[in-house]
C-alpha cells in the first residue's frame, strides 16, 4: 500500500495511491459509511494523526479493500494526478533522525574508518519539503550536496525494542535526500546539524511505501541523477547496519514516535568526493530514486528576496 499526503485546492489530505489517481482516504471512510472517532475527534486528515492512531494504517487497508471489492457505480471518487499536488508524506516530523557512514563504500571514499555504529545526527523537521518542490539554495552555503537515502516511517511508539521485533514499530519506507551543506558541517567543529538542517535540506517522498509489500527494506536498487547524470548508484542491501539493527539501537537510546523518520545512510558518489567536488547550483534538477519507492525529484533555485550582504 503507498500512502500519500497531497493537497488539493490548497486543502491538505491524505490518500492511498492508485493506478488511475488517488483514492481521499477520509472521503472514503465516510462514503463507505464508516464513522471512525479517534481520541475525540473525526477521521484523521494528516499523515501524523493517522499514525498515532494505532489501527489508523490497517483501518486504511480495510477501507481499500472495500474500494477495490465494490462496482465501479460503488466507489467514491478517484481524484486524478493532475489536480492534486504531492507533498511529503510527513509534512512535519516530531523529529528526522540521520545516519552517516552506513555504506562502506562511502566510509572509504571518505577516507574514514568503519565505525562500530554509524554517525547519529539530527535534521530539523523544519527542513522537510516535498515532490517536485523548488530548495532555495541558502544563501550560507556554497557547498550543497545530494544524498540519496531510505528512509524508514516508524508507526507505533517505540522504546527498548529488540532486532527480531523493530519490524513491528516501523509503517513503510519513503525516500530522503539527505541535502547537506558541506562547508558548514566541517566547520562546525564535527557538530552536523547546522549543515543537515537549513530549510529545505530534507526533501522527501513520494509516498510511504507500507512495511508488509516492502520487509525490512533491504535489496532495493538506488540512484541519484544531477541534470540526468548518474552520481550515485547502488542497493540497501549493501547497508552495514539494517533497518532492524537502526531501529532497535536508536530505541535503546530514545524514544522513537508515531511519525519519526529515519535517514539510513548513503553510498559513494557524494559530490564533494568528486574530482574536482562538484555542488548543487541553481538551475539544477535533482532525481533520487529508490526501487519500489519511486522517484524524488526537486529542482535548485536562487534564493529569494537580498542576500545577507545586500541587506547590511
Not at 547537506?180 to 566547520?187: C, K, M, V
Not at 533497518?243 to 558518489?269: R, W
Amino acid at each position: 500500500m503507498r500512502l500519500i499526503t497531497y493537497s488539493r485546492l490548497g486543502v491538505p489530505s491524505i490518500g492511498v495511491e492508485l493506478d488511475g489517481g488517488v483514492l481521499d482516504i477520509p472521503e472514503a471512510a465516510s462514503y463507505f459509511g464508516r464513522r471512525y472517532h479517534v481520541h475525540g475527534h473525526s477521521f484523521p486528515r494528516t499523515m501524523l494523526d493517522l499514525l498515532d492512531w494505532d489501527a489508523g494504517v490497517s483501518v486504511v487497508r480495510q477501507i481499500l479493500d472495500r474500494y477495490l471489492s465494490a462496482g465501479p457505480d460503488g466507489r467514491p471518487m478517484v481524484y486524478p494526478w493532475s489536480d492534486i499536488r504531492l507533498e511529503a508524506p510527513v509534512p512535519r516530523p516530531r523529529k528526522v533522525v540521520g545516519l552517516g557512514l552506513n555504506y562502506r563504500d562511502h566510509v572509504e571514499e571518505a577516507g574514514l574508518e568503519v565505525p562500530e555504529f554509524p554517525v547519529i545526527f539530527a535534521k530539523f523537521p523544519s527542513s522537510v519539503v516535498g515532490p517536485d518542490a523548488d530548495i532555495e539554495l541558502p544563501e550560507v552555503t556554497r557547498a550543497l550536496d545530494w544524498e540519496v537515502e531510505l528512509g524508514v516511517v516508524i508507526g507505533r511508539t517505540c522504546r527498548r525494542v529488540s532486532e527480531s521485533d523493530a519490524l513491528d514499530y516501523v509503517a513503510g519506507y519513503t525516500v530522503v535526500n539527505d541535502l547537506t551543506a558541506r562547508d558548514l558541517q566541517a566547520s562546525d567543529g564535527g557538530q552536523w546539524v547546522r549543515g543537515k538542517s537549513l530549510d529545505g535540506l530534507c526533501p522527501m517522498g513520494p509516498c510511504i511505501v507500507t512495511v508488509d509489500e516492502l520487509g525490512d527494506g533491504s535489496g532495493l536498487k538506488m540512484y541519484t541523477k544531477v541534470n540526468g547524470v548518474v552520481k550515485q548508484e547502488s542497493n540497501t542491501a549493501n547497508m552495514m547496519f539494517s533497518v532492524p539493527q537502526i531501529v532497535s539501537y536508536l530505541s535503546h537510546s530514545f524514544t522513537l514516535e508515531p511519525g519519526d523518520v529515519i535517514a539510513t545512510g548513503t553510498p559513494s558518489g557524494v559530490g564533494y568526493r568528486q574530482s574536482p567536488p562538484e555542488y548543487l547550483q541553481p538551475g539544477d534538477s535533482v532525481e533520487l530514486y529508490i526501487e519500489r519507492i519511486g522517484h524524488l525529484r526537486n529542482r535548485i533555485v536562487a534564493p529569494a528576496g537580498p542576500s545577507l550582504a545586500q541587506r547590511k
